[in-house]
């Protein structure tokens, strides 16, 4: 089964975009370990791409992050144009995603539990659950 163009060219830009951020932001007051690229979501006529990034930091940080990230959309839109064939190179937008946060939160949750009562340990997956009696 063929993976969609629209699918091939968004991993591509998430790519790029990635290898670009090096490429614009070394040198500045900008720290690339706390930016990841989680998802790239491309227009289907390529005018435009929704750019889904994971920042780091306290809001602060994240704000001024992304606020810099912006002021260089264009550098980094220039550079894709030059290794990307496309009809079109897409407008980037960036946005916080913060759906890495929110997985190391659930983790830290687990982890917590995991603490307060270590001797609990999950049912083996081919025993079904056990049921509770009705109180009615």
């Given amino acids: 089964m063929a993976v969609p163009?629209?699918?091939?060219?968004?991993?591509?830009?998430?790519?790029?975009i990635a290898?670009?951020?090096f490429r614009v932001m070394?040198?500045?007051?900008?720290?690339?370990?706390a930016v990841t690229i989680t998802h790239v979501f491309t227009s289907s006529d390529l005018h435009s791409a929704?750019?889904?990034?994971?920042i780091r930091g306290d809001e602060v940080e994240r704000g001024r992050r992304l606020h810099q990230l912006h002021q260089h959309r264009g550098d980094i839109q220039h550079?894709?144009?030059?290794?990307?064939?496309l009809k079109y190179t897409?407008?980037?937008?960036?946005?916080h995603d913060p759906s890495l946060?929110?997985?190391?939160?659930?983790?830290?949750?687990?982890?917590?539990?995991?603490?307060?009562?270590p001797d609990w340990r999950p049912?083996?997956?081919?025993?079904?659950?056990?049921?509770?009696?009705?109180?009615?």
């Fill in 90 to 95: 897409p407008q980037l937008t960036f946005v």
């Fill in 26 to 33: 070394a040198g500045q007051d900008f720290d690339l370990a």
């Fill in 50 to 54: 929704r750019v889904l990034v994971s």
């Fill in 79 to 85: 550079l894709i144009s030059k290794t990307v064939v």
């Fill in 101 to 117: 946060a929110e997985g190391d939160h659930v983790l830290r949750l687990i982890e917590d539990l995991e603490a307060r009562h």
């Fill in 19 to 21: 290898s670009s951020l």
């Fill in 123 to 136: 049912p083996p997956a081919d025993q079904p659950p056990e049921s509770t009696p009705d109180k009615t």
């Fill in 5 to 16: 163009r629209l699918t091939r060219v968004n991993e591509l830009l998430k790519r790029e």
